[in-house]
């Protein structure tokens, strides 16, 4: 990785005229301020392989290299992943090629295979917007979303307990970097900076994107070619467990071929769900779709495949989680 190179197209990006420029300066003045506190020593990156994160990896690596000029290299970049269960393979992947290519120190803070000590990690909300009372299998009947191997409790109890874990073998970490939005669950009443909630291992969360929108992330990420997870390419806008993230039904391309409106929902509902099957509904016409081993969409170039536009052509950013059941990112609501 070029960090000098990095450095000159996003600071050349942000002292440019393009819409995005005044938040990518914002963004770039809060993580200075940030490491003129702390030092980059004390300061972490949280990183899943998104979107929102890899566009603020993207930003804090051309704030270091700023810093360092080009006589110097960077120093690992100490950053946290806690995997929800059933990551995305493709997730997984982009994630250690990312973590290489941006020299990452990435602590990988996996559930234990040990069930009776496992790791609550974020939990994987069973129950599909538009379903009544949660899942079906493939047969069409409703499972208990409570029988759902998806997590072992709800809320950020998984991520509590993980930072708790990060804090103690890395107790000079004081600071995290997050890509939270505005527009993510609990990301309303964040601001640049604030410290985590009381009960919460203590970090400072430093939100430098938050004030970005769904256009905004896109605008960078294309703007300057930065390389994505390849799973946006396929529908997805944003990415969870396998069971319980699909691609948008908003970037569904209708079978006669003519792409559905971006501003408004298609007249397809998801109507039900489980890691092996996805229900759409158009009008009368039904079709179960089977999914792929890791559950998510085959897309093969059949003509009985559903087919989606990538995720930079969804036009209305407050459909970003149409593909998603409810899931919250803890991050965003305590830590
Ligand atoms: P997308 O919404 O497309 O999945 P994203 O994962 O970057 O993109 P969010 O899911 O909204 O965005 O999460 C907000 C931020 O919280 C992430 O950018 C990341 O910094 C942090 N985060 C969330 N979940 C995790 C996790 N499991 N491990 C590490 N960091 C996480």
Redesign the pocket.
């Known amino acids: 990785m070029d960090g000098q190179k990095i450095a000159k197209e996003v600071y050349g990006l942000a002292h440019s005229k393009e819409p995005v420029a005044p938040l990518v300066k914002e963004a770039l003045d809060v993580i200075d301020q940030v490491l003129d506190h702390y030092g980059q020593e004390h300061i972490s990156l949280?990183?899943?392989g998104?979107?929102?994160?890899?566009v603020?990896l993207h930003l804090y690596a051309a704030a270091l290299a700023h810093r360092v000029g080009a006589s110097q290299g960077l120093k690992p970049v100490p950053a946290?992943?806690?995997?929800?269960p059933s990551p995305f393979p493709e997730l997984e992947v982009f994630i250690t090629e990312t973590s290489r290519l941006y020299g990452l120190d990435l602590y990988t803070c996996a559930p234990s295979s040990d069930a009776s000590n496992r790791l609550p990690?974020?939990s994987v909300t069973p129950g599909i917007p538009g379903t009544p009372s949660g899942l079906t299998n493939g047969n069409g009947h409703i499972k208990d979303p409570l029988s759902q191997p998806v997590g072992m409790s709800r809320g950020g109890e998984g991520m509590r307990r993980a930072l708790a874990i990060y804090k103690e073998r890395l107790p000079h970490i004081q600071a995290i970097l997050?890509?939270?939005?505005r527009s993510?669950p609990h990301g309303a009443t964040l601001s640049h900076r604030n410290m985590t909630d009381p009960g919460w291992p203590v970090f400072e969360r430093i939100n430098p994107i938050i004030n970005w929108s769904y256009s905004d992330i896109w605008a960078f990420l294309k703007a300057l070619d930065i390389p994505y997870c390849n799973l946006y390419d396929q529908g997805f806008?944003?990415?969870?467990s396998t069971y319980n993230t699909y691609p948008n039904p908003a970037l569904l391309i209708p079978v006669s071929g003519t792409p559905s409106g971006n501003s408004s929902l298609p007249s397809f509902t998801i109507i039900a769900a489980d890691p092996s099957t996805i229900c759409f509904t158009e009008s009368s016409h039904v079709s179960a779709v089977p999914l792929a081993m890791n559950g998510h969409t085959n897309h093969a170039d059949s003509s009985n495949q559903p087919r989606y536009k990538p995720a930079y052509e969804l036009v209305d950013g407050s459909l970003?989680r149409a593909g998603r059941s409810s899931a919250t990112?803890a991050?965003?609501s305590h830590c």
């Open positions: 949280s990183f899943n998104g979107k929102d994160c890899t603020l946290i992943y806690i995997p929800v990690v974020e997050i890509g939270t939005r993510d806008t944003s990415l969870g970003e990112t991050f965003a």
